[in-house]
């Protein structure tokens, strides 16, 4: 049976890398144990995760300034860590959406948050480039794409402060030149891998600057030093991180998956532009190639749509509870031909009740 799986986050993974990983779980690489049984400082998983390491490094053409982490807390920690290493007095934070207000509100209690935009007001539909970096920010912290309404940030300033940037639902979705930010994090449910596991990739340099103690956990260069192995790590989810990095690079890199992502979403957008039931409220130049969110126009149908998408074998349409409608969240391995099938779907919808 055949489903077509738009969930979020955790979403959809490349068949082969879930094949891959539930064989891995039963017998690791011919050697009698599950993955799961192996320690995490054998041979086995340091050959892993310097694997994942230098994939993440080649697939996003990483110079040797920058280190790769993987930890847990989720994208949730790190709207503490980044503060806690990174800021002295005062930070810059665009506000493009609810994990924006969530970094936003962390960072607070670190010293002073400087909002450069807020969407807010505007339920989010834009994301504004009319704002100015202060030259006395320790940082500029941005959300590369808003998961929860749809927008992704297809510009990013030119500037000599440090860029961090919060890369959670977009990660290695579309080709970017990666060097201009100072931190990217990502966790990694969306577009990687399982749960319970965070990318992120730190330049050095930028380490040097606070001199206060940090809990062991909380520093950045603690896990630098320990090769993210100072505590037992998510060993699964960098493992299944692996071949999923394995699976873009075979695809032929970013720039192939940039074209795939595009197609789908323009699609999609199309169709919902151009079908009477429908409608997306996101400004056409900041809507997201990740998730396409849209609302039924007449309500009193929702019942309707949502039994046939059931019927279907159509999953995880429903909008965020903060934002209601539905939600097409459409990463790297979910292919076009589910595109075109809810596309199909919708027509259909449209001539039945019209
Ligand atoms: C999902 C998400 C998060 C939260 O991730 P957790 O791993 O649940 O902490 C943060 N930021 C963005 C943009 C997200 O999409």
């Known amino acids: 049976m055949k489903i077509h799986n738009f969930n979020a986050g955790p979403s959809i993974l ?68 980044v503060p806690y290493n990174l800021m002295k007095n005062k930070a810059a934070y665009l506000d493009t959406g609810i994990w924006a207000n969530k970094a936003i509100k962390e960072a607070k209690n670190f010293g002073k948050v400087k909002i450069l935009f807020s969407g807010k007001e505007n339920n989010y539909s834009f994301i504004s480039k009319n704002y100015k970096i202060p030259n006395q920010v320790d940082y500029f912290h941005c959300t590369s794409n808003n998961t929860i309404v749809g927008t992704q940030m297809n510009f990013f300033p030119k500037t000599s402060i440090p860029i961090v940037c919060d890369m959670s639902s977009d990660i290695f979705s579309r080709k970017l030149n990666f060097c201009q930010f100072s931190l990217i994090y990502a966790s990694a449910q969306k577009n990687v891998s399982s749960a319970g596991m965070t990318i992120v990739i730190i330049k050095k340099k930028i380490l040097d600057k606070i001199k206060k103690k940090i809990p062991s956990y909380l520093d950045y260069k603690i896990h630098i030093k320990n090769n993210s ?48 039931f429908f409608e997306n409220k996101i400004q056409k130049k900041d809507r997201s190639n990740m998730n396409v969110t849209f609302f039924l126009k007449k309500k009193y149908l929702e019942n309707e749509f949502n039994n046939m998408c059931k019927k279907e074998n159509i999953v995880g349409l429903k909008g965020h509870r903060s934002f209601g409608g539905y939600r097409a969240s459409i990463y790297n391995a979910l292919p076009l031909e589910s595109v075109q099938f809810l596309i199909e779907k919708m027509k259909k919808f449209e001539k039945k009740f019209s």
């Open 229 to 276: 192995i100072l505590n037992t790590p998510n060993v699964f989810s960098i493992y299944t991180s692996m071949l999923t990095l394995e699976w873009i690079e075979k695809k032929g890199g970013l720039s192939i998956l940039e074209i795939e992502n595009k197609k789908k979403s323009q699609l999609l957008y199309e169709e919902i532009d151009r079908n009477n």
């Open 14 to 81: 490349p068949k082969q890398v879930i094949q891959q990983s539930a064989k891995s779980v039963i017998n690791y690489n011919k050697t009698g144990l599950s993955l799961l049984e192996i320690s995490h400082r054998s041979n086995h998983f340091i050959e892993i995760i310097e694997k994942t390491t230098s994939l993440v490094k080649r697939v996003m053409n990483l110079n040797e300034e920058y280190s790769i982490l993987f930890l847990q807390g989720g994208a949730t920690l790190q709207f503490t860590m």
